[in-house]
């Protein structure tokens, strides 16, 4: 992930053994990584059962929140392309019956959307 896109606040792909690596002690019996992206300082993980959000908080990102979220609470989600003069695409994720999504994403045109809208309907549409 280019520097330019980690300050404009777009994410990039994260090797699974990364992830396992830093977060694997998150993960219940047969839990499994499957996509995990990260923005500057916060990192979001699409598990084999549920969402997890890591929220890197304060000046020095020693303070961390961990928000997890079952696919079964996810109503609706939306993943915009990216166009020719847009640089990046955009997920956005509606949590039970709010009006306005709960979380809003941004993706470089390094990451494939059209893989993370796959897992997201995979687990949503169960």
């Given at each position: 992930m ?6 404009l ?5 994260v ?17 499994e ?8 300082r916060?990192?979001?993980i699409?598990?084999t059962k549920?969402l997890?959000l890591?929220?890197k ?10 928000k997890s979220?079952?696919?079964k609470?996810?109503?609706r989600?939306?993943?915009?392309t990216a ?6 695409a ?25 893989e ?9 549409l169960?």
């Amino acid at each position: 992930m280019g520097i330019f896109s980690a300050i404009l606040g777009n994410a990039g792909t994260v090797s699974q053994d990364e992830l396992i690596k830093k977060y694997g002690l998150l993960l219940t019996d047969n839990e499994e990584i499957e996509l995990g992206f990260k923005l500057i300082r916060d990192t979001f993980i699409f598990t084999t059962k549920r969402l997890i959000l890591v929220d890197k908080q304060g000046l020095t990102g020693s303070k961390t929140e961990y928000k997890s979220i079952s696919y079964k609470s996810i109503t609706r989600f939306s993943v915009e392309t990216a166009g020719t003069f847009d640089l990046d695409a955009e997920l956005k994720i509606w949590v039970s019956s709010e009006l306005h999504p709960s979380i809003i994403k941004q993706f470089n045109k390094s990451v494939n959307v059209y893989e993370v809208q796959k897992v997201l309907a995979h687990h949503v549409l169960k």
